[in-house]
T-cell receptor, first 114, second 110 residues
Framework: EAGVAQSPRYKIIEKRQSVAFWCNPI?????LYWYQQILGQGPKLLIQ????????DSQLPKDRFSAERLKGVDSTLKIQPAKLEDSAVYLC????????????FGPGTRLTVT | AQSVSQHNHHVILSEAASLELGCNYS??????LFWYVQYPGQHLQLLLK??????LVKGIKGFEAEFIKSKFSFNLRKPSVQWSDTAEYFC????????FGAGTTVTVRA
């Protein structure tokens, strides 16, 4: 089965610029997650979607981050404007359903903000 | 959300040595427990999981983990490591969302 796809794999931008990441989950997975992983830390959940509805976005910095999941499949995560502290790997994951089910992770997008 | 502590930041071993990585979480209740591994250049993948039942769970590549409810712990073990076990290991706990520890980098010397 195909895994979680993400693009781009790497992105370098200057502070105050905007950037968008794309994720395509495993086919049939209802739940999609975006995580931020800063160097030396574990992944931190930014937002969770169930189909195309938001389940949890309590840790998403909404003044600069936004995410959508149109039609309950692909998702995009946007940062506008970027700050230096946004430098991190952005991971997308999906699971068959929410709650405790196993999550499958994509390769991530490594963002460097200069 | 849970706070997850991994005891070691970096572990260096020789091949055939035994490995044990500690993991503790902050409070009880019904939780599901996971160990994820990230090999160099690869994405996070599941090593093993505990949902219920036998507190000693076996995963891929000879890894096992023991859930001790009274200690809020879920330690990972492997009796004899190989060079290919060099990776970063993350403990994760799910009550209503998945919380990760900071990770332990394991370096196995040939």
């Amino acid at each position: 089965e195909a895994g979680v796809a993400q693009s781009p794999r790497y992105k370098i931008i200057e502070k105050r610029q905007s950037v968008a990441f794309w994720c395509n989950p495993i086919s049939g997975h209802a739940t999609l997650y975006w995580y931020q992983q800063i160097l030396g830390q574990g992944p931190k959940l930014l937002i969770q979607f169930q189909n195309n509805g938001v389940v949890d976005d309590s840790q998403l910095p909404k003044d600069r981050f936004s995410a959508e999941r149109l039609k309950g499949v692909d998702s995009t995560l946007k940062i506008q404007p970027a700050k230096l502290e946004d430098s991190a790997v952005y991971l997308c994951a999906s699971s068959e359903r929410g709650d405790s089910y196993e999550q499958y992770f994509g390769p991530g997008t490594r963002l460097t903000v200069t | 959300a849970q706070s997850v502590s991994q005891h070691n930041h970096h572990v260096i071993l020789s091949e055939a040595a035994s490995l044990e990585l500690g993991c503790n979480y902050s409070y009880g209740g019904t939780v599901n427990l996971f160990w994820y591994v990230q090999y160099p250049g690869q994405h996070l993948q599941l090593l093993l999981k505990y949902f219920s039942g036998d507190p000693l769970v076996k995963g891929i590549k000879g890894f096992e983990a023991e859930f001790i409810k009274s200690k809020f712990s879920f330690n990972l073990r492997k009796p004899s490591v190989q060079w290919s076990d060099t990776a970063e290991y993350f403990c994760a706990v799910n009550d209503y969302k998945l919380s990760f520890g900071a990770g332990t980098t394991v370096t196995v010397r040939a």
